[in-house]
C-alpha cells in the first residue's frame, strides 16, 4: 500500500508531506484546493507523461515520492521480474524529479531507473481511476482492451499478433512482386542495360587510384628522366669533372691510414666507406629508374579513355568503384528477383496460406476466450451494478467476429473480433451503447462495476477513485460509498470526493485547503480528528454556513456509515 507521499514544488504545493493509513481513505477539500494536483504527483510516480508547466513558479525543481509497503506477495514477484524489490524492512520508495529544461530523474531505492521502467514498476503499486477513464468507457475501441484485461488475454494476443504481422509481411512482400508486364519488361530491360554495362567495364576495385599515378608519371615522363639522369651524373660524374662517389672514395683514402692510429679515427673512416656504398647504390638506382621511365603516348592515351569511361560510370552507379560494385551486385539480385518472381510468389503464397492458417487458428482461440469471457463478466457487472442501485441494469457484451465481403473472417491487429458494451438502466427496453443511454451518474457506476471487477484479481494493493461520484446523488451516492468501503476491505482505497455519503465511511479522511501566505498561495493537508470530520461533512452539507443541524446530520451519517 501508499503509506507515505511527499510532494516539492508542484503547482501550489511548495512542500507537503501524507502519511496514508491502510483501508478508506478519503480527500475533501473546496473546488481548486489542490486535490487534482495530488492525483497529477501520484501520476508522476507512476512514470506518466508530465509538463514542465507543473513546476512551481519560482522554482528550478518538482519533486515527488512516494513510500510503499506490505507489498502482496504477487506485487513482490512482479517487481523482482522488473528488477526491483522492497528492502530489508519490505518498504519500497519510488522518486521522480523534474527540471525546468524538461529532464527527469527516477529513482526507486536509490537507484537510477528510466521512466519506462517506472511504469512498469508502478502498474504493479497503484491504479488510478481518474475521470478520463469515463471517456475510454464511452469509446466502442477501448471494449476489447476492457475485456482482454479480465480475460487475461496478453499472451494469447501476444502470440496472435506476432503471427498477423508476419501474415502482413508475407503479403507486402507478393505484392511487392506482383507488378503488371509492361513494368515487369521496362524494369527488366533498365537493369539489364545496367548491368550490362558495369560488367562490360570490368571495374576492379583501387583500378582508379593505379592509372590516376601512372597517368602522371607518363604525362611528366621527359622531365623526370632527365632528372634522374642529371642526379646520375652528380653521382659518377663525367668527362669535365668528377662525382659525388669519386669525392667520397677520396676521402675514404685519405682516411685509411688514420684509422690504425685509434678508435676514434677507424670509426671516422667507417663512416667514410659506409657513406660510399649508400652514394654507390643510390647511383644504381637512379640509373636503372632512368632507363625504366616510359614515355609511350599510346598507353598514355589509352589510360586517358579508361578513366573517362570511369568517370562517366561513377556519375551514374556511385562515387568509387567499390560503390559501383556494390550497385552491381544488388541489380543482379534485383533483376534475379523479377526473373525468378512467379516461382518466388508461389513459394510466398503457399507460405502466406501456412501463416494465414495458424493466424486464423489463434484469433478463432481468441474468439472462444473472449466470448466465454464476455459472459461471466456481464453477470459480474451486472450484480456490481445491482449493488450500486441499478437493479433493473442489464449489461450485455456482444462479441462478434468481422467478415470480409466474401464471407472469410476479417484479421486485424485484435484478432477477428468487434466487442461493444451495451447496456439498459429501465427494464423492458433493449440494450443500448453506453453513450446512447448511460447518465453521468450511471457512467460513473458502470464505471467504478468495471474497475472493481478488473482489480480483483489484479497485484495492485492501492486503488485511487479521483471525483468517482461524478453525477451521483442521494441513494445512489450511499451505495457507491458502500460499494468503496467494501473494495478497502481487501486494498488500500484513496478517493477524493465531493459527496458527504463517500466521506462519511472513510477510515482516514484528509482535508486538503488553500491558503495564502504573503503574495503567494499554498495548498496544505490535514488529516481529520472525529470532530473536525463532523465540521467539514457539515461543510459539504451546508456550504459555508454549518450549524448545529448540519452538525448533528454529520455525526449521524459517520455513525451510520461506519456501523
Do not use: W
Not at 496514508?20 to 504527483?41: M, P, Q, R
Not at 457507491?480 to 477524493?496: D, F, G, I, M, T
Request: aromatic content about 4%; hydrophobic content about 35%; charged content about 30%.
Amino acid at each position: 500500500m501508499l503509506s507515505a507521499l511527499h510532494i516539492e514544488n508542484i503547482a501550489v504545493i511548495e512542500k507537503l508531506d501524507i502519511e496514508f493509513l491502510s483501508g478508506f481513505n478519503v480527500l475533501t477539500g473546496e473546488t481548486g484546493a489542490g486535490k487534482s494536483i495530488i492525483i497529477d504527483a501520484l501520476s508522476a510516480i507512476l512514470g506518466e507523461r508530465t509538463s514542465r508547466d507543473i513546476i512551481r513558479t519560482g522554482a528550478e525543481r518538482a519533486s515527488v515520492s512516494a513510500q510503499f509497503s506490505n507489498l502482496s506477495e504477487k506485487a513482490s514477484a512482479l517487481l523482482a521480474d522488473c528488477g526491483f524489490a522492497p528492502d530489508e524492512d519490505g518498504v519500497l520508495i519510488v522518486r521522480r524529479d523534474l527540471y525546468l529544461d524538461g529532464k527527469n530523474s527516477c529513482r526507486i531505492n536509490g537507484a537510477p531507473v528510466t521512466v519506462s521502467q517506472l511504469k512498469a514498476v508502478g502498474r504493479n503499486l497503484i491504479d488510478i481511476h481518474g475521470q478520463h477513464d469515463g471517456q475510454k468507457l464511452l469509446d466502442e475501441a477501448c471494449h476489447i482492451d476492457y475485456l482482454d484485461r479480465y480475460c487475461k488475454n496478453e499472451e494469447l494476443l501476444s502470440a496472435y499478433r506476432k503471427e498477423y504481422d508476419q501474415l502482413r509481411s508475407v503479403r507486402g512482400k507478393i505484392n511487392a512482386l506482383l507488378m503488371d508486364r509492361q513494368e515487369k519488361e521496362r524494369k527488366t530491360e533498365m537493369l539489364s542495360f545496367q548491368i550490362s554495362e558495369l560488367k562490360s567495364a570490368a571495374l576492379k576495385d583501387g583500378e582508379e587510384e593505379l592509372l590516376v599515378e601512372r597517368r602522371e608519371l607518363l604525362k611528366n615522363a621527359e622531365r623526370i628522366s632527365s632528372g634522374l639522369g642529371c642526379a646520375y651524373a652528380l653521382f659518377y660524374g663525367d668527362e669535365n669533372q668528377s662525382g659525388i662517389t669519386t669525392a667520397i672514395k677520396e676521402a675514404e683514402d685519405v682516411l685509411s691510414p688514420l684509422s690504425k692510429v685509434g678508435d676514434r679515427f677507424r670509426k671516422l673512416y667507417e663512416k667514410a666507406e659506409e657513406l660510399r656504398y649508400q652514394a654507390e647504390d643510390l647511383a644504381s638506382e637512379l640509373r636503372s629508374s632512368c632507363e625504366n621511365v616510359d614515355s609511350s603516348p599510346d598507353e598514355l592515351q589509352s589510360i586517358e579513355e579508361r578513366l573517362d569511361l570511369i568517370y562517366r560510370l561513377k556519375r551514374k552507379y556511385g562515387a568509387t568503384i567499390s560503390e559501383m560494385l556494390q550497385y552491381l551486385e544488388k541489380i543482379e539480385g534485383e533483376l534475379s528477383s523479377i526473373e525468378t518472381a512467379e516461382e518466388t510468389i508461389e513459394h510466398l503464397k503457399e507460405q502466406y496460406k501456412e501463416d494465414k492458417a495458424r493466424t486464423l487458428e489463434l484469433a478463432h482461440t481468441l474468439h472462444l476466450a473472449r466470448a466465454a469471457g464476455a459472459s461471466t463478466l456481464e453477470k459480474r457487472i451486472a450484480a456490481e451494478l445491482s449493488s450500486l442501485d441499478m437493479k433493473n441494469a442489464r449489461f450485455l457484451i456482444p462479441v462478434e467476429s468481422e467478415q470480409t465481403e466474401k464471407g472469410a473472417p476479417a484479421l486485424q491487429q485484435n484478432g477477428t473480433d468487434t466487442v461493444r458494451f451495451l447496456i439498459t438502466t429501465n427494464a423492458g427496453e433493449a440494450p443500448k451503447e453506453l453513450n446512447r443511454v448511460a447518465s453521468g451518474g450511471e457512467l460513473s457506476r458502470v464505471m467504478l462495476a468495471l474497475k472493481n471487477v478488473l482489480s480483483s484479481s489484479d497485484p495492485v494493493g492501492t486503488l485511487i477513485f479521483d471525483e468517482v461520484d461524478a453525477g451521483v446523488s442521494g441513494r445512489a451516492a450511499g451505495r457507491v460509498a458502500a460499494k468503496l468501503k467494501e473494495v478497502s476491505k481487501n486494498r488500500q482505497v484513496l478517493c477524493v470526493t465531493h459527496l458527504a455519503q463517500i466521506a462519511a465511511c472513510a477510515d482516514s479522511h484528509f482535508l486538503i485547503q488553500k491558503n495564502e501566505k504573503g503574495s503567494r498561495t499554498y495548498t496544505e493537508v490535514t488529516y481529520l480528528s472525529f470532530e473536525e470530520r463532523k465540521k467539514e461533512l457539515a461543510r459539504i452539507i451546508g456550504g459555508e454556513v454549518v450549524t448545529e443541524t448540519t452538525l448533528m446530520s454529520a455525526e449521524e451519517l459517520i455513525k451510520a456509515s461506519n456501523a
